[in-house]
């Protein structure tokens, strides 16, 4: 799961509402989005998932499961968790993305998450005197 900004995450889950709202239609449940919504707030461990799947089951086939399987894996990890402070798994990746020390090119100064491209970055500048816009284009902005 890579995840770029929070807007992102926010448009995945209003995404995810509405196919959650089109998957319950098509298996007539007889839940609704907030009891999906609050089955995921207020989980206590992952065996909780499949409380929020059995919302959908309705003995369908396979291939139905799977697509069930499927929108609940992701409504789990894009909609918040009291569990994880009122945030989702997601988000929660995002915070610690965000907190881990990035690589700095000593001769460019473009920052870059992965130690490679720092590494390219400052022996293509020393080298060159100038960037290469394909290693640059992995720095930080
Ligand atoms: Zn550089």
């Known amino acids: 799961m890579e995840i770029e900004s929070k807007q992102q995450i926010l448009e995945r889950r209003k ?19 907030d009891h999906v919504r609050d089955a995921i707030y207020n989980e206590e461990d992952n065996d909780d998932m499949m409380k929020v799947v059995a919302m959908f089951d309705r003995g369908g086939d396979a291939s139905e499961l799977s697509n069930v399987l499927e929108l609940v894996t992701d409504a789990w990890n894009y909609f918040p968790h009291e569990v994880l402070g009122g945030i989702s798994p997601a988000e929660k990746l995002l915070e610690h993305q965000s907190q881990s020390p990035l690589y700095e090119c000593p001769e460019c100064k473009l920052k870059y998450r992965e130690k490679k491209w720092a590494k390219a970055c400052e022996a293509w500048c020393r080298e060159h005197k100038s960037c290469n816009l394909e290693i640059t284009a992995h720095a930080e902005k």
Do not use: A, R
Not at 18 to 32: A, C, G
């Open 15 to 33: 995404e995810l509402e509405q196919e959650l709202v089109d998957m319950l239609k098509e298996t007539e449940s007889d839940f609704t989005l």
